[in-house]
């Protein structure tokens, strides 16, 4: 890269920070059977807990929609150019998310619901710590090195920093939980006989400012989780280290993503259209050529294009395999988010503390500034 361009560069950057989080932004690695399996079985386990969860402690059909249920077939049975059917299955982790924790901070209701919302949380904890971990750090090391390491590899980096993947997304949640317990006792002051409700009334600023904290730290726990994940996969020395480097790039840095973020989406929107496409017109040319050798419409219908159709094993086997599509599906979106937190925290990171963005573990490589314009810009 020539002077002048390189100058160029500078003056761009300067002037739409941002643009240097957008321009190195590699999505093609989501495409990686590695990180895709891994994804799938975690959250095929996570979906399990949480439907053992669901029967067991809260009946009601007001739970999660899980893949391999009514409403979510329908989602898949729609045309894969239908906006809203993209836009329910690229948000479902922000709705699987933000579900969870509702349940586990509800008061009200069935002391069953808050029981099973925490459990859920703790559920959703473990396994994103571990499938999330393995993915993030498989990501993280192909952005800083270029590499490509193996499910054992990075699974062995997990568990020895397991506690970190798994402390550093409670930070946040044991703050919900002590602001809720502030505004708790805070209640006991309208007990007091006679001045009581008075008072109470008097210094209500004091619950309504901890409420807001409460709800900040939610949205931290929601918008942060991922961001969790990839400090700990970046190298973060302790569940605390990760939780402060993200809080603290959020404070700096949050509003520079929302260009990013939108640009995210709209990779994402069109990503999972077109695995979608790619997803229904395999299922359509296997279907046809299978009707050569005389299956039966009844044998068509549920094999291919619909649950619980059939019956026996070989009903329970089709739907099996249908549900494994889905979630091949579930985990791509899965990870796209990891690599776009990945590649988020990377470029904060590099803003904020001036790290390059090839450290990983505290280690760096050395790389030449024609190879990387817009890091080296910086």
């Not at 479902?92 to 349940?103: D, E, G, N, V």
């Not at 901070?105 to 393995?134: E, H, K, N, Q």
């Not at 302790?238 to 700096?252: E, I, K, T």
Request: aromatic share 14%.
């Amino acid at each position: 890269m020539g002077l002048a361009a390189r100058e160029r560069h500078v003056g761009m950057i300067k002037l739409f920070p941002w643009l240097e989080l957008v321009a190195a932004m590699r999505f093609r690695m989501v495409f990686d059977i590695k990180k895709l399996a891994v994804a799938g079985v975690g959250l095929l386990v996570l979906q399990l807990g949480w439907a053992i969860l669901a029967r067991w402690l809260d009946p009601s059909p007001t739970h999660v929609t899980l893949v391999f249920e009514p409403e979510m077939r329908d989602l898949y049975s729609r045309p894969f150019w239908d906006p809203g059917a993209i836009v329910n299955r690229l948000g479902s982790p922000f709705w699987w998310t933000a579900t969870t924790i509702l349940w586990s901070t509800a008061r009200s209701g069935a002391p069953s619901l808050v029981v099973r919302g925490v459990l859920a949380f703790l559920w959703m904890d473990i396994v994103a710590a571990i499938a999330g971990g393995v993915v993030c750090r498989m990501i993280m090391v192909e952005i800083a090195r270029g590499e490509r390491i193996g499910i054992r590899q990075a699974f062995r980096f997990v568990r020895k920093r397991i506690f970190v993947f798994l402390l550093a997304p409670l930070c946040p949640a044991l703050l919900v939980l002590f602001f809720s317990a502030l505004i708790a006792l805070y209640g006991l002051v309208f007990r007091i006989p006679v001045i009581g409700p008075v008072v109470g009334a008097i210094g209500l600023v004091v619950p309504l400012a901890l409420g807001l904290c409460m709800a900040i730290s939610g949205v931290l726990l929601l918008l942060g989780w991922p961001f969790f994940i990839a400090a700990a996969a970046s190298g973060a020395d302790d569940p605390l280290d990760a939780f402060s480097r993200v809080f603290s790039y959020f404070q700096q840095r949050l509003g520079s993503l929302v260009v990013p973020a939108a640009y995210a989406w709209l990779s994402g929107m069109i990503g999972l259209a077109f695995l979608r496409l790619l997803e229904q017109y395999t299922l359509r040319l296997a279907a046809q050529n299978l009707w050569t050798s005389g299956i039966d419409a009844a044998d068509r219908s549920f094999a291919f294009f619909g649950f619980g159709a059939g019956t026996g094993l070989a009903g329970l086997l089709h739907d099996g395999w249908m549900i494994a599509i889905q979630l091949l599906v579930d985990g791509w979106i899965w990870c796209f988010y990891a690599v776009a937190a990945c590649y988020a925290y990377v470029w904060m990171r590099g803003s904020v503390d001036g790290s390059p963005w090839d450290d990983v573990d505290g280690h760096a490589r050395h790389v030449q500034p024609e190879d990387r314009a817009f890091t080296s810009a910086r």
